[in-house]
């Protein structure tokens, strides 16, 4: 699976639409097998779902996201888990462990507006 999770500081970038910086990684087996850093172009937010696409993302992790953006990534066939926050190493641990609704990975003030996913579905 190869997963994208937006980085701002070292922590899940707070807004996907606006966000410069993905760590992109390979994972097989449970195990981390590459990571890279990719940059995003911050002045067409729709060019950051072009690039997701090309990279070949399987899921997107991050912080808030604009619904037209969401629905653009969910078009292409990338799996969105947003509204996260926290450090990126302990929410790469959380996706691989499939613990991702830890409530700790939660945007404070989040509310759960999009359909709950089964625990385990990537």
Request: proline share 6%; charged share 20%; hydrophobic share 45%.
């Amino acid at each position: 699976m190869k997963l994208a999770l937006t980085v701002w500081d070292g922590r899940i970038s707070p807004v996907f639409d606006v966000c410069r910086q993905a760590l992109v990684v390979d994972v097989e087996g449970g195990r981390i097998v590459s990571r890279s850093a990719e940059t995003l172009d911050s002045a067409n937010p729709a060019s950051k779902v072009d690039r997701l696409a090309a990279l070949g993302v399987a899921t997107l992790v991050c912080g808030a996201i604009s619904a037209p953006l969401q629905l653009a990534l969910l078009a292409r066939g990338i799996e969105v888990f947003a509204f996260i926050a926290g450090e990126v190493d302990d929410v790469l641990r959380a996706v691989i462990a499939h613990q991702l609704s830890n409530p700790s990975l939660r945007m404070p003030g989040y509310r759960e507006t999009q359909p709950a996913r089964p625990e385990g579905k990537r």
